[in-house]
């Protein structure tokens, strides 16, 4: 089991085929070897099922039945990788460790694969650029979501008790590797949790945790300061608009009042989820019903298209690169859902990043407490559940923090088939 949960993680940054065959894999194998005393399911592990249930009956109001049902199984992680931890739980929960530390050594080397192959493009074109964002990552892994899989194992490595130099080596290394990636939502709030943990959750001595935390912040802000990342950051909060080359640089103002837009304006990556938010804003004001149903999983982005038309924002190049702004998603997987799936999908969506909140907080374990902050905050600024890669990541890395079972579970059917109650042990009924 360790090995399986393990190999859906490892394969994150992999084609789409090499996550999907494991997952297969680690479905089938649960199934296969559970055990009657080791079947364990609890409500949290039924909210992720439950998200999946309510897009797959999305499809009898969807507006674009042929999107909801191809987008089903690209979501159908929520319901199967739960329905897995359910049958073999006892000895996920045993492997937990294992199954972060096997993951946390697999993405330190994928950073290192991902650097290797930048410094030989970089001897090849003399670009600097091959060091950033998606030139690092490469747009079919997209930047955004491989910090957010470096994220994780980075508070790993911060963690780990009885450090030694390959953990701290482990933890600048992806450090650099996120700040190079230049996703500004992930490093901010990887700053603020490993300042957080430094200041708050050490057992460092008093004087060495505030040196540790000094020199980390320097570092953090001479890395900011650093050319291409100072200027990605300096475009995102520009608050006039300029002319250069014939594009006219919206600010947020613009982005949300301006009546029409022409073939030129160019949103940066606030500014455009700001239009994004009014696109959202302007359906709902014209369908109201669309607030209690949503338009159908994967539906919206007809919607869209049509508002960015009446808009006449730029549509793209129609060559599968360029996409456009009219066709691109909210970028913000509140809006998306609530779009897709009405109040009750976005309520769920709520309740299911409210309970890992909770639980994490409640188990003081700071891996679990990152991984469910970064995900409040990295779902304002893009549709994670929504892509494969997201979802996956997310619904992995649920389970195995709030879905497992408590300890002993499993042992005591052996010796005490129902415990005189007529059902298993630690099984909460439905």
Same mark, same amino acid.
Do not use: C
């Given at each position: 089991m360790v090995f399986f949960v393990s190999a859906v993680l490892v394969t994150l940054p992999l084609g789409y085929a090499y996550n999907s065959i494991t997952i297969v894999l680690f479905v089938l194998?649960?199934?296969?070897?559970?055990?009657? $005393?080791?079947?364990?399911?609890?409500?949290?592990?039924?909210?992720?099922?439950?998200?999946?249930?309510?897009?797959?009956?999305?499809l009898l109001w969807s507006v674009d039945c042929n999107s909801t049902f191809r987008a089903l199984s690209k979501e159908a992680s929520l319901l199967f990788i739960p329905l897995a931890f359910c049958f073999n739980n006892r000895f996920?929960?045993?492997?937990?460790? $294992?199954?972060?530390?096997?993951?946390?050594?697999?993405m330190v080397l994928a950073a290192l694969f991902f650097v290797g192959r930048a410094v030989v493009r970089y001897t090849q074109t003399?670009?600097?650029?091959?060091?950033?964002?998606?030139?690092?990552s490469t747009f079919s892994v997209n930047a955004i979501y491989l910090s957010a899989l470096f994220s994780v194992p980075l508070f790993y490595f911060l963690t780990v008790k009885n450090k030694t130099w390959w953990a701290y080596a482990c933890f600048i290394f992806l450090f650099v590797v996120i700040t190079l990636l230049s996703s500004k939502t992930v490093i901010f709030i990887d700053v603020l949790l490993t300042a957080t943990y430094m200041l708050f959750y050490s057992r460092m001595p008093k004087k060495a945790r505030v040196t540790v935390f000094v020199a980390f912040m320097a570092s953090a802000v001479a890395l900011g300061y650093y050319g291409k990342i100072k200027e990605r950051l300096v475009?995102?909060?520009?608050?006039?608009?300029?002319?250069? $080359?014939?594009?006219?640089n919206l600010t947020v103002k613009d982005a949300w009042t301006k009546e029409k837009f022409s073939h030129n304006d160019y949103f940066n990556g606030v500014a455009f989820r700001v239009y994004q938010g009014r696109v959202f804003t302007e359906l709902a004001a014209e369908d109201p019903a669309m607030m209690l149903t949503g338009y159908?999983?994967?539906?919206?982005?007809?919607?869209?298209?049509?508002?960015?038309?009446?808009?006449n924002v730029h549509p793209g190049s129609g060559d599968?690169?360029?996409?456009?702004?009219?066709?691109?998603?909210?970028?913000?997987?509140?809006?998306?859902?609530?779009a897709d799936l009405g109040i009750f999908g976005?309520?769920?969506?709520?309740?299911?990043?409210?309970?890992?909140?909770?639980?994490?907080?409640?188990?003081?374990d700071f891996v679990h407490i990152a991984f469910a902050i970064l995900m409040i905050?990295?779902?304002?600024?893009?549709?994670?559940?929504?892509?494969?890669?997201?979802v996956v990541f997310f619904t992995v890395l649920y389970c195995l923090f709030n879905g497992l079972a408590p300890k002993g579970f499993g042992k005591r059917y052996e010796k005490n088939p129902d415990n005189g109650s007529g059902r298993l042990p630690g099984v909460t009924p439905m």
């Open positions: 194998y649960s199934v296969l070897s559970a055990k009657r $005393d080791g079947i364990y399911y609890n409500r949290a592990l039924l909210l992720p099922m439950l998200m999946y249930l309510f897009m797959a009956l999305s996920i929960r045993m492997g937990r460790k $294992d199954i972060l530390k096997n993951f946390s050594i697999a003399g670009n600097p650029e091959v060091f950033f964002y998606h030139e690092l475009e995102e909060f520009t608050t006039q608009a300029t002319l250069a $080359d014939g594009v006219n159908g999983l994967n539906a919206s982005s007809h919607k869209v298209n049509e508002k960015g038309t009446s808009l599968g690169i360029n996409y456009g702004y009219s066709l691109q998603n909210f970028h913000n997987q509140y809006i998306e859902t609530f976005f309520l769920l969506l709520l309740v299911l990043l409210g309970i890992n909140l909770k639980k994490a907080l409640q188990g003081k905050a990295l779902l304002l600024t893009e549709s994670f559940l929504w892509r494969q890669r997201g």
